[in-house]
């Protein structure tokens, strides 16, 4: 079974420009989550698809920032115009279950990660 | 607020000596999950350890286990007779399951600690 993907592995671009993002779930998972970490800091979350819809945006930095998951299945995460504090890696995540009580549907599979450099 | 924190940016063992790492979370919730994800250089971030918040008895996971201290809101892993490939990141994280309209299920992460074994 093919794990989480993710397109480009690095990304160098110019304040200003624009970058796209995307991310392929395992299959038959419903959840999908985009979550980045800037350097020496923590991973943080930014956002939560079930399958075409946002669950969950209370992440997402700022307008410059749009996320969609056409059809349920891969995910893209735009960021347009590009800024410094953007640079980091963008990591996404899919899990079959986003209720968690017991069992390990629940369990979210990470990406390799996108590295993001923003000059 | 819900945060997690990991207070040692790097850790060094010796191949076959035992290691722990420490994480400190702090929430208000009485239910959640603790995790441990490892993420090895270059490659995706994978679950190492999971423990939930009711269960007492420690999580093991053959060469890992945790030591849950839920009263001092503390879980930290420690790895025994260490080896080679136990070199990489770890990151702790945090979840409270819920369900229902609205639920996210996101990960609250630490900043990591970039671990070191020396042969």
């Known amino acids: 079974e093919a794990g989480v993907t993710q397109f480009p592995s690095h990304s160098v671009i110019e304040k200003g420009q624009t970058v796209t993002l995307r991310c392929d779930p395992i299959s038959g998972h419903d959840n999908l989550y985009w979550y980045r970490r800037v350097m020496g800091k923590e991973i943080k979350f930014l956002l939560h698809f079930v399958k075409e819809s946002k669950q969950d945006e209370s992440g997402m930095p700022n307008n410059r920032f749009l996320a969609e998951r056409t059809g349920g299945t891969y995910s893209t995460l735009k960021v347009q115009p590009a800024e410094l504090e953007d640079s980091g890696v963008y990591f996404c995540?899919?899990?079959?279950?986003?209720?968690?009580?017991?069992?390990?549907?629940?369990?979210?599979?990470f990406g390799p990660g996108t590295r993001l450099t923003v000059t | 607020a819900q945060t997690v924190t990991q207070s040692q940016p790097e850790m060094s063992v010796q191949e076959a000596e035992t290691v722990t790492l420490s994480c400190t979370y702090d929430t208000s919730e009485s239910d959640y999950y603790l995790f441990w994800y490892k993420q090895p250089p270059s490659r995706q971030m994978i679950l190492v350890i999971r423990q939930e918040a009711y269960k007492q008895q420690n999580a093991t996971e053959n060469r890992f286990s945790v030591n849950f201290q839920k009263a001092a809101k503390s879980f930290s892993l420690k790895i025994s007779d260490s080896q080679l490939g136990d070199a990489a990141m770890y990151f702790c994280a945090y979840r409270i399951p819920k369900e229902g309209g609205g639920a996210t299920n996101k990960l609250i992460f630490g900043t990591g600690t970039l671990l070191a074994v020396q042969p």
């Open positions: 995540a899919s899990s079959q279950s986003s209720m968690g009580f017991s069992g390990t549907s629940y369990e979210q599979y």
